[in-house]
């Protein structure tokens, strides 16, 4: 009872202390006025200054104080928090946002990691943007690849797969004979995933509805922003422009709807590998095969099977860390439906796979089983027993063998792989500098103009956002490096994992940290917080010739406006960029 009553006592302290505080709150419209009559009665007009920081003449042209001149007389306390002010300013800037940050993709395993996705999206911009376009540049590329070969039955599929699971660790066989199952008409389990992970994360009411939130509350209040002049220091005329980049990343998220479900994905993976096994024919039963070589190609891994544990997460987020992964996967299967597409060429010159017995022929024997291949008159297509093998005699990887007898040979970096992530990193950087960048403009133009506690809030968030992307695409770099040497016997090796590690769990820390960062500044911005002497004075770059505005007579319309069409055009151009590249990606 003593300790229920001591806790009582504590409170009713703590809510006497909160009320003086709010009592003591600055109030410099008051204040102002207070130093005016002071300077009347005194004929002192030392400290006061005309809205471009010059010594008055007359005291009734008095708008700012210097800063020394603000402290002895108005505190160092914030001006008092206002809730109708806050209360509008958050709903009208802050919430819409928020709630749109529900509509990118998740679709991970945990929990936990649904939300670090998230974090890690608001945390860096750059990031974000960067995995969204380098996914964009990676389907272009498989697609123009497979664009350059001839039919293959499997290859529309494989391409769909290919371009569709860019979040999961696809990994190939080890051993470099099971891949030209991969190409076998028998084999159906291209076609059997495709259509299994045939569902798409599209456009819905809910994100429709909060996106158009979005977009409408940003166009009222830039509208009524001119018109706010009272309110200029707190206003969210900035913190709009901070948000503007989550537009884009979530409408291209929809537009290239990923395959990112776990369960999804795993189900239908499983669900493939048991549909072929039973639709097998009688002369290649995919079920008598072992599972390692029915599954030539694994959409899922384990920890011990990858080298950074961000290639396990199945949001888009992540594909940073698996996109070269996933591009010397794909470069592989590639090179396999090429050296089939080039082992057409050698049906046309009646080289058959196998003898009409189902055994081997001696591909040097241009007319030994010549029945074997069939032709369709109408298009000198090659038919489609002609592709057909025997898991149990077969020969394609000597049919499919390069004239001069050269393999396959697994590139472990894609070619063209270093090109995607140059140029999906320079639109990333433009999104977030050119948004962030508009709020620096404001933050930069607002009086007392130049670096105060606002403009420093956003640059700190930009700066850590770029930092964040940096290490982790170091980090996917070196984890990649790493994967060459599976044993992990160099010292090379081993310094680049360590490296990788260390690198990604500080991008992440950095990401929390930045999470919160920038919430903070949006909250402080709408609850007078930086309504205080040394913020408002714009101490950072004036030093001691610092001061503050107290009353605004001169507009900043024209910084507004350029602030808000470079963060519209930012956002702009990346959006029409992706929209303009969409009708080269697979259907």
């Known amino acids: 009872m003593r300790l229920h009553k001591g806790s009582q006592a504590a409170l009713l302290l703590l809510l006497v202390h909160t009320a003086r505080t709010v009592v003591a709150a600055a109030n410099f419209s008051q204040c102002l006025n207070n130093i005016v009559l002071n300077a009347i009665s005194t004929q002192d007009l030392y400290g006061l200054l005309n809205n471009t920081g010059y010594p008055v003449l007359n005291v009734s042209d008095a708008t700012v104080i210097t800063y020394s001149m603000c402290k002895s007389w108005c505190g160092t306390g914030q001006e008092g928090f206002q809730w109708p002010e806050f209360s509008q300013e958050f709903s009208a800037w802050l919430l819409p946002n928020i709630a749109l940050i529900s509509q990118l993709p998740f679709g991970a395993q945990y929990r936990l990691d649904n939300l670090m996705s998230a974090v890690l999206t608001v945390g860096s911009p750059t990031l974000a943007g960067y995995s969204l376009f380098l996914t964009l540049l990676n389907s272009r590329w498989i697609a123009y690849q497979f664009d350059s070969l001839n039919y293959h039955p499997n290859s529309h599929f494989a391409l769909s797969i290919l371009s569709s699971l860019q979040q999961v660790p696809l990994r190939l066989h080890p051993d470099h004979k099971c891949l030209p199952s991969l190409i ?119 920890e011990d099977d990858v080298m950074s544990p961000d290639e396990l997460l199945t949001p888009p987020v992540f594909n940073y860390s698996c996109s070269l992964r996933w591009a010397s996967t794909a470069e592989t299967i590639f090179m396999v439906f090429k050296q089939d597409s080039e082992a057409s060429e050698k049906a046309y010159s009646h080289l058959p796979v196998c003898g009409s017995d189902g055994y081997a022929s001696d591909i040097n024997n241009h007319t030994e089983n010549i029945e074997t291949i069939q032709y369709i008159h109408t298009t000198q297509s090659i038919h489609d027993r002609n592709r057909r093998e025997s898991l149990q005699h077969i020969t394609v990887p000597v049919y499919c063998t390069e004239p001069n007898g050269v393999q396959i040979i697994r590139s472990h970096w894609a070619p063209g792989v270093f090109t995607r992530m140059f140029f999906a990193s320079c639109a990333s950087l433009g999104l977030q500098w050119g948004t962030v960048g508009a709020a620096l403009v404001v933050a930069w133009f607002t009086p007392t103009t130049k670096i105060g506690c606002r403009f420093m809030g956003y640059l700190i968030y930009r700066a850590i956002s770029t930092l964040i992307w940096m290490m982790l695409l170091v980090s996917s770099i070196l984890a990649h490096y790493s994967a060459a040497d599976r044993r992990r016997v160099s010292l090379s090796t081993h310094v680049a994992l360590v490296s990788s590690h260390v690198l990604q769990w500080m991008g992440k820390l950095l990401a929390i940290v930045n999470f919160f960062l920038v919430i903070l500044v949006c909250v402080f911005q709408y609850s007078n917080f930086y309504d205080r002497c040394f913020c408002n004075s714009s101490v950072f770059s004036r030093g001691g010739a610092a001061y503050d505005v107290i009353i605004e007579t001169t507009a900043n319309n024209g910084a507004w406006i350029g602030a808000l069409v470079l963060a519209c055009v930012s956002a702009s151009a990346l959006l029409g960029i992706l929209n303009l590249l969409l009708d080269t990606l697979p259907s």
Request: proline share 3%; net charge negative.
């Open 184 to 302: 076998l008409l028998e084999n159906n389990w291209w076609k059997c995933l495709a259509e299994f992970v045939d569902y798409t994360h599209m456009w819905s009411i809910a994100s429709a509805t909060s996106i158009a939130w979005v977009i409408i509350a940003y166009i009222l209040t830039v509208a009524n922003s001119p018109s706010n002049e009272a309110d200029f220091q707190s206003n969210g005329e900035a913190t709009g422009s901070l948000w503007l980049w989550l537009i884009p990343i979530v409408v291209g998220w929809l537009q290239l709807s990923p395959k990112c479900d776990f369960n999804r994905l795993q189900a239908a993976y499983d669900h493939a590998d048991r549909h072929n096994m039973h639709t097998g024919t009688a002369d290649v039963r995919v079920g008598a095969l072992s599972a390692s070589s029915r599954r030539a190609l694994a959409i899922t891994a384990k």
